[in-house]
């Protein structure tokens, strides 16, 4: 009875079923329990006669259509992922499931601890508090998110391989980020980026005091300037005259080149 609240479970010992829930996710799953417990407060709606308690995928979906008709009928809000879920015994699914019905049927809250946008019925909490070197592989991932069962309720092979492409590449993004959680577990070496140097910021400007961006960059166009002058270089002036004969650089007649004297 792992997974559910401790004031559900005094709910359900307090209805006295015909069989003691001994694990949520194999007991609920042919949803004969669950019409013996809408029984109690639903008598005349609920028949046990018309419900049977069997292990086999066919007594199973016999079971939940007449539930979901009776769902429907009475207007109650549990959602068909949940039930799917519970069918093929996904982790949480069965116990979410009790929640909303014990939610229902007394019109009381259960307290949440984590709230889910969407209802997660993968085995994603379990593998993350295993050791890295225990987790599962990606064919075991398939094998423990795909149940058998799915394959013959939903006979679509597209669909199927959609399922199996999905588990995949939800362990494809969980091992990337274990390797940029730990890098040193999987050798990675930093790359060049991450080598280089990084300059300090300039800390003599004040850049509170420039409101205007064209006043910050003439500022540190004039620092630049003045850390280029050096008063102990001196330059001469070269005159360089053009080669007779030779009319192809007209504007370099005359014209005066710098050079350092150290």
């Known amino acids: 009875m792992s997974g559910l609240p401790r004031e559900i479970l005094k709910w359900i010992q307090s209805l006295d079923l015909t069989h003691t829930v ?24 609920v028949t046990m006669h018309s419900y049977e308690n069997g292990t086999s995928l ?18 109650f809000d549990i959602p068909k992922d949940i039930v799917e879920g519970t069918i093929h015994c996904k982790p949480r699914a069965a116990a979410m499931l009790i929640e909303k019905v014990y939610t229902i049927l007394t019109n009381r809250s259960v307290k949440v601890t984590v709230i889910e946008d969407e209802p997660d019925f ?15 592989t990606a064919s075991m991932a398939i094998k423990n998110n795909l149940a058998n069962t799915e394959l013959v309720t939903d006979p679509d092979r597209i669909l199927c391989q959609q399922k199996a492409q999905s588990i995949i590449n939800n362990h494809i993004e969980h091992r990337r980020q274990e390797r940029t959680d730990d890098p040193k577990r999987f050798g990675i070496r930093p790359t060049l980026g ?10 003599n400007i004040d850049h509170k005091k420039y409101k205007d961006k ?31 004969g030779n009319n192809m650089y007209p504007s370099m007649h005359n014209s005066a080149f710098y050079s350092t004297v150290r």
């Open 214 to 244: 064209e006043e910050l960059v003439n500022q540190m166009l004039e620092e630049d300037s003045s850390m280029t002058k050096d008063p102990s270089q001196q330059f001469t002036e070269i005159q360089v005259n053009q080669l007779p």
């Open 122 to 136: 993968s085995d994603r909490r379990y593998q993350t508090q295993l050791p890295a070197h225990a987790r599962s």
């Open 58 to 75: 066919k007594t199973k979906l016999g079971n939940w259509e007449q539930l979901q008709r009776f769902f429907l009928n009475q207007g």
């Open 194 to 203: 991450e080598l280089c140097p990084r300059l300090a910021p300039r800390q």
């Open 22 to 45: 001994r694990n949520t996710r194999r007991d609920f799953s042919n949803g004969y329990l669950v019409a013996e417990i809408f029984s109690w407060y639903f008598p005349q709606e």
